[in-house]
């Protein structure tokens, strides 16, 4: 398959602060590619060089074969592009909206007519066409902005937490989209700090303080710990998590709601010394079992092996 | 550079300016304020000056003098002064500008033939109305003394202004001075806005060139500040009874060529500083105060001082102002406008440069 995003060692410094650290990686065409981390893990960065809108400090990055560096028209008339924040025009009515986008686009007669009523029944706006932007609920604003961001039919698409602030309902209808605009072969690139929308990417770049410190589908990086997590309720959990935090045989230990995660070195020796530890500690075990590993946990310890801690 | 894209920009920034109050009450309603503000309020010539009267003759000639004065127009009898006393603290307390004090000998010595000195004192608190004041009354007494006055009497005409209203000179003026608060006001937020609201990194990730930006957003503030010339000049003429002597055509290409060199200037604040506060205040001390002050419009620039003066060459209003005043009042064209006009133009091609130089589509 052809390569519809290749970056090479791309870096950018903001004076002496590096937000983004010689990432490198590929992204074929049709691909759904996740940038996952916490804010200020360097997702936005990287996305604006890949869009042409930052120029890189180092490295090069080459998009629908265009070198970024001279992102012109050419290169422009490629991709859509959602920022981060939503960026479309409050003042204007969704038509409006989709109308200007199509004008940039360089769309016009039947074409634009034919596109207009794509976006509108795509962000499922059609009778909300007069409404003025900044009057719609966040979740439907993403949505036109994903419209007005294929107006185009781009073969690649930036997307730059587009679900950020949306609630869950509204999360699930945009990926829908998301997966439609994929199946008729647009290259996606969205980046998030949800983890259960990671599991939707077809791979998975897991970036931390600058640095991809991950790549691989989701569910290879779940295995990638080679262990299961141990999970615990126990009466008084944060105080567990202390307890066992540094103890013999344990990776990581977190605090996943009310449930303690545990990532041992091997499972089956430390789930049989929890309860003996707990106990030292003046703690109980109320359940203990083994489940599969989520992509948080891989996260958390695949940040701990690189010796840092996560940014956010 | 495509006229849909640049079209797309153009009509999405008109619709934002319908929608807009606060644009829509500085590009019509300022204007209107200004144009009443200067065409009624603020007058520069002086009528009915105020006149305290200190009449120790209590003749026929004294009266013939006192009523010489108010029969010109300029001033009228605000007190009459019984002692000499009175006259210092009527000054000091502002309850005239300038009193006349007639002695008691006036009528004798007028019949006498040798002269007959009246004294007036004057409030120089405000230097530029006391010496009008000075200069209409030295006028009206050496009329009345006329057998005695000098033998050589100069006979004074003025063109083009003949009443001397300063209306006149003003309206004609005011247009530079209101599209030079359009360009101030309006067109600094534009860029700047988009850069404050996240807008601008949308548009940039768009194949839409600097240029298409640049004029598009231009174009619709062209508009307006042609529907505000045509009021102007519809006001100065039908209002205000200005007089406009001069081709209208040629009034109407040389005000496009300001509109366009001080809206350019707006964008290039605008794009340069990306902060809408910044930028109005950079605008306003860049192009509405040199318009006011340094352009002619009120100060004239020939009095001065000679730094002053170099500094009025790089304010586009001044040649503007020119350029209104003759066509409006002197009737003269391009023969005479040359020099002004070319002026105008290298603004005009160097502001839409560095507007275009300084907006980049590009994030840092």
Known sequence: ???????????????????????????????????????GAGKTTTIRMLTGLLPPTRGEAAVAGHDVRDASGAVRAQIGYMSQLFSL????????????????????GARLAERRTWALELANLADRRRTLTRDLPLGWKQRLALGCATMHEPPILFLDEPTSGVDPASRRRFWDMIDELAERGTTVLVSTHYMEEAEYCHRLALMNRGRLIALDRPAALRGALGQPVLELLTDAPSRAVEALRGAEGVVEVGLFGRMVHVMPRDAAAVAAALPRMLAAAGRRVDRLRTIEPSLEDVFVALVRREGGAAVG | MTWRRLWAVARKESIQLRRDPRSLALAFAIPALLLVLFGYAISLDVRNLDLAVLDQSRSEASRRLVSTFTSSGYFRVVAQLEAAAEVATTLERGRALLVLTIPPDFEHRLAGGGGAPVQILLDGSDANTATIARNYAQAIVAGFQGAAGPLVEPRTRIWYNETLESRNTIVPGLIAVIMSIIAAMLTALTIAREWERGTMEQLAATPVRRSEVVLGKLLPYVAIGIVDVVAAVLAGRLVFDVPLRGSVVLLAGLSLLFLVAALSWGLFVSAALKSQLLATQAALLTTYLPALLLSGFIFSIAAMP???????LIVPARYFVAITRGIFLKDVGLAVLWPEALALLVFAVGAVGLALRSFRKQLA
């Open chain 2, 306 to 312: 000679l730094t002053l003066q170099l500094a009025t």
């Open chain 1, 89 to 108: 025009y409050g003042d204007l009515t969704v038509d409006e909206n989709i109308r200007l986008f199509g004008g940039l686009y360089g769309l016009r």
């Open chain 1, 1 to 39: 398959m052809p390569e519809a995003v290749v970056a090479r060692d791309l870096t950018r410094l903001f004076g002496r602060f590096v937000a983004v650290d010689g990432v490198s990686f590929t992204v074929s065409t049709g691909e759904i590619f996740g940038f996952l981390g916490p804010n």
